[in-house]
Structures are given as structure tokens and as C-alpha cells.
């Protein structure tokens, strides 16, 4: 048996990475996407995280948007019922003018600009006005 001498040993090749595409279920990466976009809220509005959370965080967000999965959020979108989105409750809130989106439940869902899944959604109403009462035919003094 032959012997190599030193130096002259054949690199070994470094295998190219893996880009086949990978089959996963609508329902996962719905889940998944759900659960980063809960956690990123939770993130941004929690006092006191570490900036290598963040990090971690924004990391798997950049990842999901690399792989053109989207999330939405309609936080404070003025309602139209031809939105695509389901909504879960009308609310009657003081303070608003119009119907508007007060809170979104679970975002929608996109896949490279196709719909997984809609987003469900709170919808805050104005507070009805009190009807006035009509006056009394004929009133006092006829």
C-alpha cells in the first residue's frame, strides 16, 4: 500500500449547503409565523429584555422574511368590511369616530404574497348615540 507524502493530501470537499426546497404544512408555518409575531410583540412591549434576545429575535424574523413569509398586524386600520380578515367581536369604545380595528388577535398569514391564513381581528365601534325621544303630539297648552 502506498503512502501519500505529507503535504500532498487531497482536500476533502466542503458539501455546497442545501437549497432544495424543504415541504412543509400551510398549518405549521402559519403556526410557527403566529407564534414569532406573538412573541416579537410580547418582546417589544416588555420592560427589561436583554438586547441579545432581541437579537435572537430579530434573527428568526429576518429568516422568515428571507423565506418570503410575512406576517400583518391591523392594529388601528380603519374597518372595512371588504377587508379580508375575520372579525371576532364589535366592541363599542368611547372615543372613536368610525369603526377601526382595535386588536389583532392573530395576524394574516402570507407566503410570498399568497394568503395562508386571515388575520383575526377586534373591531371597536363608537358608542351608540342615545336616541332622543320624540316630543308629544300637541303638547302642553293645546
Request: no cysteine.
Amino acid at each position: 500500500m502506498a503512502s501519500t507524502p505529507p503535504g500532498t493530501e487531497t482536500p476533502t470537499p466542503t458539501p455546497a449547503p442545501l437549497t432544495a426546497p424543504v415541504a412543509l404544512e400551510a398549518d405549521a408555518l402559519v403556526e410557527l409565523a403566529t407564534a414569532v409575531w406573538r412573541l416579537r410583540n410580547k418582546v417589544e412591549t416588555a420592560d427589561g429584555t436583554s438586547a441579545g434576545v432581541r437579537r435572537h429575535l430579530d434573527a428568526v424574523v429576518d429568516a422568515l422574511v428571507e423565506s418570503g413569509v410575512q406576517t400583518r398586524s391591523y392594529d388601528g386600520t380603519v374597518f372595512d368590511p371588504g377587508l379580508r380578515m375575520r372579525v371576532l367581536a364589535y366592541q363599542p369604545m368611547p372615543g372613536l369616530e368610525r369603526d377601526e380595528v382595535v386588536e389583532t388577535v392573530r395576524p394574516a398569514v402570507y407566503l410570498r404574497g399568497t394568503p395562508l391564513a386571515l388575520g383575526e381581528v377586534i373591531v371597536g365601534t363608537p358608542p351608540e348615540e342615545p336616541e332622543d325621544e320624540p316630543e308629544a303630539e300637541g303638547g302642553a297648552g293645546q
